[in-house]
């Protein structure tokens, strides 16, 4: 069993920058690829990135464009998502996800076993 904490949401204006994290508890991240969901009201949730678990290789949402950077740290049991020049477009529920296929960096929220409860990003215009 994996339990995953998201922390690093908050409110911010358009332009600025959030560093999400994720942090595991219960079993290491090591052999899990990990994702970055998004869900708002009424929607389905989104995928945003997702990393392998040698932290090798990693994909994005065509709308990240470069905005956004996906890197763990399997020593500190952590993942991160490094938002910059955020748009009002981008508030959502934040949601890290551990999928036991290590070598996957899939976009589909099936294949992730494990989720946190989500962290709140709010962007302004």
């Known amino acids: 069993q994996v339990q995953l904490e998201e922390s690093g949401g908050g409110s911010v204006q358009a332009g600025g920058s959030l560093r999400l994290s994720c942090a595991a508890s219960g079993r290491t991240l090591s052999s899990y690829s990990m994702g970055w969901f998004r869900q708002t009201a009424g929607k389905e949730r989104e995928f945003v990135a997702a990393i392998q678990a040698s932290g090798r290789l990693s994909s994005y949402a065509d709308f990240v464009q470069g905005r956004f950077t996906i890197s763990r740290d399997n020593d500190k049991n952590m993942v991160t998502l490094q938002m910059t020049m955020l748009k009002a477009e981008d508030t959502a529920v934040y949601y890290c996800?551990?999928?036991?296929?290590?070598?996957?960096?899939?976009?589909?929220?099936?294949?992730?076993?494990?989720w946190g409860r989500g962290t709140q990003v709010t962007v302004s215009s």
């Open positions: 996800g551990a999928n036991p296929n290590a070598y996957a960096h899939s976009s589909d929220s099936t294949d992730y076993n494990y």
